[in-house]
């Protein structure tokens, strides 16, 4: 059965068939998202949910939405989406931060122009019918210093700008290196050093707790006298209230801002003075970068409904579609090492440490880990998945380790889960043959060899006579088929380990028989997700 996909907002023909010709089932509402209401009536239809910013994707959506498995923001801005009940409800978040960058940063060379020429003023003074032509005296921008905040994706792009503009470039970044710095032709630079540098100042950086009001009243009071600030990344980058004041006073010589702390902006104390220049969050407002947003949104989606490839999600790690075609068997090891360590632990769990060796530990392992976690996780929800995974661990406060090492056996790679509970440790280590089945082949530190099914029975016990005897004769005794019998020890007389994959789920009565028996230290019916 095909998947199903509802657009709710304005996207682009092109894009709706993408979906089509993908082989997406796609319904195109692009009203709908207008319509709570309605929306929420229907929501639980549909495995993906495709949206501009008119549809509002709440916590209230996301409980009718018992399907969705993504929702993909055609655009960069996801505050109509509530991440939080999305990531607890196991659906990813997809956005396109690619889709818009050369527009955005198009509006930022195009504001500085604006504000370094007063064009906006001039112009509603020249329709006025007034011929102002000495108030409006400008500066040049060939030879002034460009200080840009945030130096990523878009602002790269506006320090290659602002070169052709022979414009003097030097750049705040705290993860630029100075091999990249030097390759973009820029000057990397510390934050008081840009302030008190900069004839004009541009931000280029996501709203964060370490990035707001980073032109603080603080940092503008340590600006160089006349500068000029262009703000097209987010509102609440800069104090509004400060600038307004360094503004009026003439130690700012003017602003641009196309976003504000508080949206839709009717009111700022940026408006109505005359050397700021203002317009309503136009950033990616162009006709190529809506197209080009939308066109994204839905190939993401297809690819993660189709294929399991995840890309620019927010909250889980991604994984390209050549990714999930080598790692789908240790995607699917992982779980299953989660899964039993899951099951055979009932106390509070404190700590999970998971070891990556020789050829997996180059894989992603943010993906394995998550899915890892929601192997464990499935114990106490059966509907959780790599996104929710992490969040409810977070939430039970379980600190998440993780090692990687060099090929260390005969195994070219494998995975071993460390579960810590306040009574005791239990590990199992797994691999993926060359077949593409996953495997156990540790538990408890005892080596063994054990195909992985869907019904399982494990025991341990004491090195002695008689142990096999009695399992198989109660299985047969019962009418339970054995598929698969595997056996570890850790030496003679010490401690045994059996794992047992059979066609069913063991009767209770059967694990009563065995109980009875004595001879058993532990036994545990086990169950895995196996396809």
Known sequence: MSPKVLVSDKLSETAVQIFRDRGVDVDFMPELGKDKEKLAEIIGDYDGLA??????????????????????????????VDREAASKAGIIVMNT??????????????????????????????????????????????????????????GSIVCDRAKGLKMKVIAYDPFLGQEKADKMGVEKVE?????????????????????????????????????????????????EEALAEALKSGHVAGAAFDVFAVEPATESPLFNLPNVVVTPHLGAATTEAQENVALQVAEQ????????????????????????????????LAEHLGNFTGQMTDEPIEAVNILYDGEVSAMNLEALTSAVIAGIMKRVNPDVNMVSAPVIAKERGIAISTTTQDQSGAFEGYIKVTVVTGQRERSVGGTVFSDGKPRFIQIKGINIDAEIGRHMLYTTNNDEPGIIGALGHTMGENGVNIANFTLGRSDRGGEAIALLYVDDPVPAPVMEKLGATELFRQIKPLSFDVV
């Open 51 to 80: 949206i501009r910013s008119a549809t509002k994707a709440t916590a209230k959506l996301i409980e009718k939405a018992k399907n969705l498995k993504v929702i993909g923001r055609a655009g960069i801005g996801v505050d109509n």
């Open 301 to 332: 989606m297809s690819d993660y409904l189709l294929t399991g490839a995840v890309t620019n999600a927010l909250n889980m790690p991604s994984v390209t579609a050549e990714e999930a075609k080598i790692m789908g068997p240790w995607l699917k």
């Open 97 to 154: 931060p690619f889709g818009n960058m050369i527009t955005t940063a198009e509006h930022a060379i195009s504001m500085m122009m604006a504000v370094a020429r007063q064009i906006p003023e001039a112009n509603a003074s020249t329709h006025a019918g007034k011929w102002e032509k000495s108030r409006f005296m400008g500066v040049e921008l060939t030879g002034k210093t460009l200080g840009v905040i945030g130096a990523g994706n878009i």
């Open 191 to 239: 934050l008081d050093e840009l302030l008190g540098r900069s004839d004009f100042i541009t931000l280029h950086v996501p709203l964060t707790d370490q990035t707001r009001n980073v032109l603080s009243r603080e940092n503008i009071a340590k600006l160089k006298p006349g500068v000029r600030i262009v703000n097209c990344a987010r509102g609440g980058l800069v104090d």
